[in-house]
């Protein structure tokens, strides 16, 4: 009996296990090979492989002495390509290597070898651990690899492949006009230029995601006009600190970095669901009130908007310190706020920029729900999620219910909101 219960998991149908192998890294899910006959060769089945080697130690022996760690990771690549010879990916090979130095031989096997028949998502990560996100400037560098040239007349991957992230890993734009299948696209840790950006808009014009994260030497973002989907721009350093595009069908836009950029944004009202605006990285505040304001506007008609503490004590310094004139469209408003004593002055701020906000989303603090229903006369509906950690005794559960029901005695200023407790 005992037995049958430590092995329930491998009733399940197949096809599930295939899903749960596949979301592992592919050494993790290479190990299940010891767990029964069944398991043996079901690791050689997925689809998915993410083959990862990250925070290597003793980096500085590289180029003398090779570390072990990366010898066995080397080593490992060269069995799995033995294995995996008779079966061919289909859906996703994700490569990270940091750093990548005495790695090129190894690596160049196993892309080759992974998009033989083609993959429908490649990642290659080079990106080495030690850089932060919230420093780009100071990681400025040459890319560590260049994709490989050969890939770019691979037919296979013309046809198949629909997702590519490249970290740290430079490309040639205009030699992915033959990747009629490719829709979203990743570049991070570069250093790109915006012809090349405009390059690759232009000859794959079928792309609907871009994102951009920690890139660098990008003049400005001045595109005239984009048919994605979902753009986003994350901690990249922007000469002119200027965005400007036209996007007829712009539904997702994201934008983080350390200054709120002049822009000249146009979208299509009614059709641009979510903006995500995020100024967390910035260290020091400025008087940027009036910038802050003109950005918010060209996202008027957006129907999910989401800010971040910096924006909430910002907003209000402008020459409009108490609403938006004309109002923004927002129906929903997500805050992620710090409890700064500065950020209640933009809550009011946005509050009476929204008419039409029937949504308001934040952090669980009880002080931030307390003022959204004292002060929010057109909130219709309040969630609060009370928090269940595993580890939490039903004692502490109980008590942070207390608490957040006390929320229920404060006078509401809507008379139809709703305040539901979970």
């Known amino acids: 009996m005992a037995e049958k ?50 925070e290597c130690k003793k980096v500085e022996a590289y180029g003398a002495v090779e570390v072990p760690q990366r010898k066995s990771f080397k080593n490992f690549i060269k069995i799995w390509i033995t294995l995996y010879k008779n079966h061919h990916l289909h859906d996703k090979f994700t490569l990270k290597v940091s750093p990548p130095s005495n790695c090129g031989d190894i690596v160049g096997a196993s892309v080759d070898f992974a998009v033989e028949d083609g993959v429908k ?30 890939l770019y007349e691979n037919k296979k991957l013309h046809q198949m492949l629909e997702s590519l992230k490249l970290h740290s890993c430079s490309f040639a734009p205009a030699n992915f006009a033959k990747f009629v299948a490719l829709k979203d696209v990743t570049l991070a840790w570069i250093p790109l230029q915006l012809e090349s950006i405009r390059t690759l808009l232009s000859t794959c014009e079928w792309i609907e995601s871009l994102s951009l994260k920690n890139c660098w030497d990008i003049e400005s973002f001045d595109v005239k006009k984009l048919e994605l989907k979902k753009l986003v721009i994350d901690r990249c350093i922007i000469g002119t600190d200027y965005i400007g595009f036209e996007a007829p069908n712009l539904k997702v836009f994201k934008y983080c970095g350390s200054v709120p950029p002049v822009s000249e944004v146009k979208v299509e009202a009614g059709t641009m669901e979510e903006a995500d605006l995020d100024l967390s990285p910035m260290d020091e505040f400025f008087e940027c009130g009036n910038e802050l304001q003109n950005f918010l506007q060209d996202f008027f008609a957006v129907n999910v908007l989401t800010v971040c503490s910096v924006i909430l004590q910002v907003i209000p310094s402008g020459d409009e310190p108490v609403r938006l004139p004309g109002g923004l469209r927002v129906r929903h408003l997500k805050m992620k706020i710090q409890m700064h004593p500065q950020e209640f002055c933009g809550f009011l701020w946005f509050l009476n ?3 039409r906000l029937t949504k308001v989303a934040t ?23 009370v928090l269940k950690n595993k580890n939490d005794d039903p004692n502490t559960v109980e008590m942070r219910r207390i608490l957040a029901s006390q929320l229920l005695r404060i006078p509401k200023a809507s008379r139809v909101l709703a305040i539901i407790i979970r």
């Open 363 to 385: 952090s669980d603090q009880l002080y931030a729900c307390s003022y959204f229903i004292s002060a929010a006369s057109i909130l219709t509906k309040l969630s609060i999620n």
């Open 5 to 54: 219960e430590t092995d329930q998991i491998s009733s399940l149908p197949e096809e599930l296990l295939l899903n749960i192998l596949s979301s592992l890294p592919f050494k993790e899910a290479a190990k299940t090979c010891i767990l029964s006959k069944k398991w043996f060769k079901m690791w050689q089945s997925t689809n998915t492989v993410k083959n990862n080697q990250l």
């Open 353 to 355: 920029s929204c008419p």
């Open 121 to 150: 998502d490649l990642e290659l990560d080079f990106a080495e651990a030690q850089w932060e996100d919230e420093h780009p400037e100071e990681n400025i560098h040459d890319a560590s690899v260049e994709f490989p040239r050969h």
